[in-house]
């Protein structure tokens, strides 16, 4: 079962979703319209709140998980995710903030606490630290993250376009019967 409650939380699926039979997404979280999750990703919202925002797509193999609230982290943090984000196969992500508009590279990790502001790429097999704010308008690469150089128009129109064409695709998989 892809789709699956746990305790009073259950996942609350917005308007044309797609998630793939193979994918795990439990608890509390939210997905946004149109938004996709692909093979043998794992969202687990079983102790804070994770939330993805409109078309945005998770990718084969990526984990998202949250930090819970204990005497170390009164607060917790949840994970939170904008419109137009694309997160690459087998990212992680853990209780960190993304804004809209980012993409994520393939194998890259983020860490506690980390935000990521609107219309960032972060580069493949990169590491954000716990606590690192990534400013917009950026490429991000590297163990730790460091800004490569600012984004050129071209790669900020690709947020829209690269988020329009996995609606396309999960459109596609939802014609051939594919249900959450």
């Not at 409650?5 to 793939?20: A, N, Q, S, Y």
């Not at 860490?111 to 502001?117: R, S, T, Y």
Request: net charge negative; charged share 20%; proline share 6%.
């Amino acid at each position: 079962m892809a789709v699956r409650p746990f305790l009073e939380h259950t996942p609350v699926l917005g308007e044309r979703v797609f998630i793939d039979p193979s994918a795990v997404v439990l608890g509390d979280v939210h997905l946004g319209d149109d938004s996709s999750v692909w093979p043998l990703v794992v969202i687990r919202g079983d102790m804070h709140r994770i939330r993805i925002g409109q078309r945005s797509s998770v990718q084969d193999g990526s984990v998202l998980h949250i930090t819970h609230a204990g005497p170390y982290n009164p607060d917790g943090y949840p994970l939170t995710i904008g419109d137009d984000v694309t997160i690459g196969h087998k990212a992680l992500l853990h209780g960190c903030t993304v804004g809209n508009r980012v993409l994520i590279g393939m194998g890259a990790i983020v860490m506690d606490g980390a935000v990521i502001e609107d219309e960032v790429v972060l580069g493949a097999g990169s590491l954000v630290p716990p606590g690192k704010t990534l400013v917009s308008g950026y490429l991000y690469v590297g163990s730790p993250v460091k800004q490569a150089r600012p984004l050129s128009d071209k790669e900020r129109e690709y947020f829209r376009y690269t988020a329009a064409n996995y609606v396309k695709l999960k459109d596609q998989h939802l014609q051939q019967g594919y249900r959450a």
